[in-house]
């Protein structure tokens, strides 16, 4: 997760952005792999995570008044880019062998692709941490001081 701010002179805040970056496992069948014990309950707690990102999106798509976010922590960490405010981008590999997983894989990825974006100046939200805030702008302010004397 990257987050940039932007300071004007005086250093007061104007605006945030932040790219998320994730890398989704892919749908773990337990009887192709034959998984047993804390492989087998891994694959499961990866699969349900993945269903319920596809719920999430399928509830974005459809406009749902409820999006089931705080059903996966994925879901959560990526809230901002699945409700519409920002561009997402989706690299998927596919496996000619397993047509399963391909299958779940281009759901997932036709699902995404269907998310329509509502552009909106996203305002640094005044609740956040005042030290965080000041440090990041002294940063800002110090990196343009050190361009200058280049």
Not at 56 to 84: C, F, M, W
Request: charged share 20%.
């Amino acid at each position: 997760m990257i987050h940039i701010l932007t300071c004007n002179e005086e250093g007061k805040s104007k605006c945030l952005g932040k790219m998320n970056f994730a890398d989704l496992a892919g749908y773990e069948s337990a009887r192709r792999n034959s998984v047993y014990g804390t492989n087998f309950i891994e694959g499961t707690q990866i699969n349900k995570s993945l269903n319920a990102l596809l719920n999430v999106i399928h509830a974005v798509n459809a406009s749902e008044t409820r999006v089931p976010y705080r059903e996966s922590k994925l879901a959560r960490v990526l809230q901002d880019s699945l409700g519409g405010n920002n561009h997402i981008c989706l690299i998927v590999c596919l496996n000619l062998f397993f047509c399963p997983d391909t299958i779940h894989a281009i759901t997932l990825a036709s699902r995404l692709k269907h998310i329509k974006p509502v552009f909106a100046r996203a305002l640094y939200n005044k609740k956040t941490n005042q030290a965080t805030r000041s440090s990041v702008c002294k940063e800002n302010w110090c990196c343009a001081k050190r361009k200058e004397s280049f």
